[in-house]
C-alpha cells in the first residue's frame, strides 16, 4: 500500500484553547479512518520539535478514541500567557495551524476515504 505525504491539514482539523502559559490543541479526524493515522503521526515528540522554537517544557497526548481525535497539552509556550505576553497572539489560537502544517504519512485509500467524507459532507450542507 503506497503512502502520500500530506499536511496533517488535508486529514483533520483542529482547535486551540488556552490556560495560563499552556495550550490544548484538538486535532480532529476528518474520517474515522484518518484516527490511526493520527496516533501514528502525531507523536508527542514530533510536536515537541514542531514547537520547539518555543521551548515546550512538556506535551502531553491524550487520544480521545470514540471521537477520533487527540488533545494535546502544551506547555510553556505562550510567553507567560495571555497577561504576561507582548506577543500578539497571547491565547495562542493560531497555534492549531502550526500543529495542522505537521506533514504526515497518509496510506492512498484513506486519504480517498478523508476527502468522499469531505466531499460529502460539503455537499450534505
Known amino acids: 500500500m503506497s503512502n502520500v505525504i500530506v499536511p496533517l491539514h488535508a486529514i483533520a482539523h483542529a482547535r486551540t484553547g488556552d490556560k495560563g502559559n499552556r495550550i490544548n490543541c484538538a486535532v480532529i479526524a476528518y474520517a474515522p479512518e484518518a484516527f490511526p493515522v493520527l496516533l501514528a503521526e502525531v507523536t508527542e515528540a514530533r510536536i515537541a520539535s514542531l514547537f520547539a522554537h518555543r521551548r515546550p517544557s512538556r506535551v502531553v497526548r491524550h487520544e480521545l478514541p470514540k471521537l477520533h481525535a487527540l488533545n494535546l497539552v502544551i506547555d510553556d509556550v505562550l510567553e507567560g500567557g495571555v497577561n504576561g505576553s507582548l506577543g500578539l497572539d497571547g491565547h495562542g489560537k493560531t497555534l492549531s495551524f502550526?500543529?495542522?502544517?505537521?506533514?504526515?504519512?497518509?496510506?492512498?485509500?484513506?486519504?480517498?476515504?478523508?476527502?468522499?467524507?469531505?466531499?460529502?459532507?460539503r455537499l450534505s450542507v
Do not use: E, K
Open 98 to 121: 502550526l500543529v495542522l502544517s505537521l506533514t504526515v504519512r497518509v496510506p492512498a485509500p484513506v486519504l480517498a476515504a478523508v476527502r468522499a467524507a469531505i466531499g460529502a459532507r
